[in-house]
């Protein structure tokens, strides 16, 4: 089954951020979007909310059946507002069957937040833990998303997977 590059299953069956389906910006392809979203489907997505600041996909969501919500932001840095309209909407939306996808363009960072948050009010994780989850799964963790959730990026930064081994003691050459 395809799955989408960088997704994250904040909470599994439930709740996934990632970037635009059929990838973001120029990158974007309409084969990979119809993947993209046979895989939302089929993992009992109902909702999708997307924060791009243009209206993209939205008829591809409402032509297979999807509900969806649209919220721009523009970036991490100026999402205060948006992270306030859209926390009380999940949690209304995550009350019902199915799951809920939040997704941006290319950039990441901003649903990462958002699902951080949500996990932090729902589930009482750790904003730090959420976005360490994130940045784990691909998805992009930047200081300005860091700092919409009052966490410092240090904890967070995600490691280059070469200095992950070396850290751990691991040689890189064997």
């Known amino acids: 089954m395809h799955m989408p590059k960088r997704i994250w299953w904040a909470r599994p069956r439930k709740l996934c951020a990632l970037e635009r389906p059929g990838g973001g910006g120029r990158s974007h392809r309409p ?3 119809a ?3 046979a895989y939302l489907r089929e993992n009992g997505v109902r909702t999708v909310i997307s924060t791009m600041s243009t ?8 032509r297979v059946g999807l509900a969806w919500h649209h919220v721009p932001v523009v970036c991490a840095a100026e999402g205060a507002d948006a992270l306030e309209e859209l926390l009380p909407l999940l949690r209304r939306e995550l009350r019902g069957r199915g799951a809920v996808a939040v997704h941006g363009n290319r950039h990441t960072d901003f649903v990462a937040a958002l699902c951080a948050a949500h996990l932090h009010q729902e589930r009482r ?3 730090a833990a959420g976005l360490a989850q994130a940045a784990a799964a691909g998805l992009t963790v930047t ?3 860091c700092a919409l ?6 904890p967070v930064q ?3 997977p070469i200095a992950a081994s070396t850290s751990a003691g ?3 050459i064997t």
């Not at 209206?55 to 409402?62: A, P, V």
């Not at 959730?149 to 240090?154: A, C, F, H, M, T």
Request: a negative charge.
């Open 170 to 172: 691991r040689s890189v």
């Open 31 to 33: 084969d990979r979007r």
């Open 158 to 160: 995600p490691i280059a």
């Open 143 to 145: 200081p300005e998303a």
């Open 55 to 62: 209206r993209h996909n939205l008829d591809e969501y409402e």
């Open 125 to 127: 994780i750790e904003p």
């Open 149 to 154: 959730l009052g966490v410092d990026y240090g």
């Open 35 to 37: 993947a993209d979203i």
